[in-house]
Nanobody
Framework: QVQLVESGGGLVQPGGSLRLSCTASGTSFSFYPMNWYRQAPGKQREFVATITSPGTTIYTDSVKGRFTISRDNAKNTVYVYLQMNSLKPEDTAVYYC???????????WGQGTQVTVSS
C-alpha cells in the first residue's frame, strides 16, 4: 500500500523554525523525485521544493535561503524533510508531500500538515 505521511507542522512565531517530515512507503520511492507543495487559505496549491534521487534540489524563489529539503533513502521507505527557518506569516499553509512515478506518471500525495506562522 502506497502511503505518504507528513508530520511536524504546528504554530510558530515569525522568525522561528520548523522541520517537516514525510514518510513515503509502499513502493520504490528511492528512485523518485520528492516534492513539497503548500496551499494557503483561498489560494492554489503551489510548489515549494523538490529533491531528486541523487540529491539535486530546486526551490521556489520565496523560500530560497530559508528552506532546505533533504531525503534519506531506504529500500522501500523514503524519508523527506523540509527544514524551514526564518519563517514568515506568508508561509502559513497546509504543506503536502508529493511524488510522481517517473514510469507511469501516477501522482501520490500525503494528507498534509498545517503550518501557522503568527505572533
Amino acid at each position: 500500500q502506497v502511503q505518504l505521511v507528513e508530520s511536524g507542522g504546528g504554530l510558530v512565531q515569525p522568525g522561528g523554525s520548523l522541520r517537516l517530515s514525510c514518510t513515503a512507503s509502499g513502493t520504490s520511492f528511492s528512485f523518485y523525485p520528492m516534492n513539497w507543495y503548500r496551499q494557503a487559505p483561498g489560494k492554489q496549491r503551489e510548489f515549494v521544493a523538490t529533491i531528486t534521487s541523487p540529491g539535486t534540489t530546486i526551490y521556489t524563489d520565496s523560500v530560497k535561503g530559508r528552506f532546505t529539503i533533504s531525503r534519506d533513502n531506504a529500500k522501500n521507505t523514503v524519508y523527506v524533510y523540509l527544514q524551514m527557518n526564518s519563517l514568515k506569516p506568508e508561509d502559513t499553509a497546509v504543506y503536502y508531500c508529493n511524488t510522481r512515478s517517473p514510469l507511469t506518471g501516477t501522482a501520490y500525495w500525503g494528507q498534509g500538515t498545517q503550518v501557522t506562522v503568527s505572533s
